[in-house]
């Protein structure tokens, strides 16, 4: 993987049919999807159950790039390796999953897997200042984390800063939750560089009519770089 500010659309399979997320994965790349973004749930961290490091190791060879872990689960550590050897090209765990994130986050990176550090719309950026050197993107939620579908919540103001504190190190800011080509351009404008988007991408679509996917993954594509001047 090598380190781009440009957008980059990550599709969550959270809103793809359970049934055929190996079809589902293949239909989204194909349709212009960067990243496929993966919601694992643990009923406890968040009020949700989803689905865990063999279900990832299931469809690891159905995605051609990066397979984007995102964990919502509390604990954290005993799970690392598992989602590493399922593939795992990044791995996201909460900073509010438990009280030694960086303990998490060394654990992750020693595995050979890039870092991500997840923080909920209702925590600050204090934690993250210490951490920096630890990883490779940062999670910034714009919804509750648990459910697909949520409205979204606007995190501009909290990006704008996460993006000066970045600075120049290769830092991945993703957002994630309530993504559409309306909400897209403000976290662009903002200083966001990975969308993960659920719902506005599999929304009319199919693996097996996939036309949509295409449609919806551009719409949100060019809403957003319309605001980072990256349009061609
Ligand atoms: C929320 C998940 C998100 C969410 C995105 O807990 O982490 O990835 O499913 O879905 P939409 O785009 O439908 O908000
Ligand atoms: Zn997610």
Not at 12 to 41: Q, R, T, Y
Not at 80 to 100: C, N, R, V
């Amino acid at each position: 993987m090598t380190f781009s500010r440009a957008i980059k659309i990550a599709p969550s399979i959270l809103a793809a049919d359970f049934a055929n997320f190996g079809a589902e994965c293949a239909a989204v790349e194909d349709a212009g999807a960067d990243w496929v973004h993966i919601d694992v749930m643990d009923g406890h961290f968040v009020p949700n159950i989803t689905f865990g490091p063999a279900t990832c190791a299931a469809i690891r060879p159905h995605i051609r790039g990066v397979m984007d872990v995102h964990l919502m689960i509390a604990p954290v550590d005993p799970y690392i390796e598992g989602f590493a050897k399922a593939g795992a090209d990044i791995i996201t765990a909460h900073i509010e999953a438990g009280p030694h994130i960086h303990r998490t986050l060394q654990a992750i990176r020693a595995t050979g897997a890039k870092a991500g550090l997840a923080i909920n719309p209702g925590t600050g950026l204090d934690g993250v200042e210490n951490l920096l050197e630890m990883i490779d993107l940062v999670c910034v939620m714009t919804v509750n984390p648990g459910f697909g579908g949520q409205k979204f919540i606007d995190m501009s103001d909290k990006v704008r800063r996460l993006r000066a504190l970045i600075g120049g190190r290769s830092i991945h800011i993703e957002i994630d939750g309530g993504i559409t080509p309306e909400t897209a351009p403000l976290m662009a404008r903002a200083g966001a560089d990975v969308l993960v988007a659920g719902s506005a991408v599999f929304k009319g679509g199919s693996a097996t009519d996939p036309a949509p996917y295409g449609r919806n993954i551009r719409a949100i594509r060019e809403a957003a770089e319309a605001e980072t001047g990256t349009l061609t």
